[in-house]
């Protein structure tokens, strides 16, 4: 790669986050877009191969926290960038806990993007963090049971978990928390 061509990549992320700051949003947003992409890229290679490199899941974290210290930096807000180290954290603990207990699900990559989709969740608030951490696996169930009684197969095989970590997480980002509680 040429220092030429990584000049021009990081104009271009220096003008969309530029870009973001004078439409009038929050610096944050900037992650939000990065993780998107980033998130929903990641999900796709697990759903597809039931694996997906360790080299974008550092990608994502990486990106994440950089634009997350960014935003921290612009919008002064140290309280927010705290409860999203925190947050990514005990997601992070939790989902290996889980992995432990039962032996693989979900799995050490899963575990890996937790910290940063936990992270996400802390910016939020902490009601988000609660319902980021079981909202992909109530997903996960209703899918399953979905497929089986569709499918009206005994083995369901294999399954990536990394898209309802995705979808969950979007879910308790973009909901008011704890709203689907009132329907399990």
Same mark, same amino acid.
């Given at each position: 790669?040429?220092?030429?061509?990584?000049?021009?990549?990081?104009?271009? @992320?220096?003008?969309?986050? $530029?870009?973001?700051? *004078? =439409?009038?949003?929050?610096?944050?947003?900037?992650?939000?877009? !990065? /993780?998107?992409?980033?998130?929903?890229?990641?999900?796709?290679?697990?759903?597809?191969?039931?694996?997906?490199?360790?080299?974008?899941?550092?990608?994502?974290?990486?990106?994440?926290?950089m634009f997350g210290a960014f935003a921290v930096a612009v919008d002064q807000d140290p309280a927010a960038g705290g409860r999203a180290l925190l947050a990514g954290m005990l997601v992070f603990a939790f989902?290996?806990?889980? @992995?432990?207990?039962?032996? $693989?699900?979900?799995? *050490? =990559?899963?575990?890996?993007?937790?910290?940063?989709?936990?992270? !996400? /969740?802390?910016?939020?608030?902490?009601?988000?963090?609660?319902?980021?951490?079981?909202?992909?696996?109530?997903?996960?169930?209703?899918?399953?049971?979905?497929?089986?009684?569709?499918?009206?197969?005994?083995?369901?095989?294999?399954?990536?978990?990394?898209?309802?970590?995705?979808?969950?997480?979007?879910?308790?980002?973009?909901?008011?928390?704890?709203?689907?509680?009132?329907?399990?």
């Amino acid at each position: 790669m040429s220092s030429n061509s990584s000049t021009v990549r990081l104009m271009t @992320a220096g003008m969309w986050f $530029g870009a973001v700051l *004078l =439409a009038g949003g929050d610096a944050i947003l900037t992650a939000w877009l !990065a /993780l998107i992409l980033l998130c929903v890229w990641a999900a796709w290679i697990d759903h597809f191969t039931l694996r997906f490199p360790l080299t974008l899941i550092r990608l994502t974290t990486a990106v994440g926290l950089m634009f997350g210290a960014f935003a921290v930096a612009v919008d002064q807000d140290p309280a927010a960038g705290g409860r999203a180290l925190l947050a990514g954290m005990l997601v992070f603990a939790f989902n290996l806990a889980f @992995a432990i207990v039962t032996r $693989g699900y979900p799995g *050490l =990559a899963d575990v890996r993007l937790s910290f940063i989709l936990g992270a !996400a /969740l802390g910016w939020v608030g902490w009601m988000n963090v609660l319902s980021g951490m079981l909202l992909p696996n109530v997903l996960a169930l209703v899918v399953m049971l979905w497929v089986k009684l569709i499918g009206r197969r005994k083995d369901l095989g294999e399954f990536g978990f990394a898209p309802f970590l995705v979808a969950g997480t979007a879910l308790a980002i973009a909901v008011p928390p704890m709203w689907w509680i009132v329907w399990i």
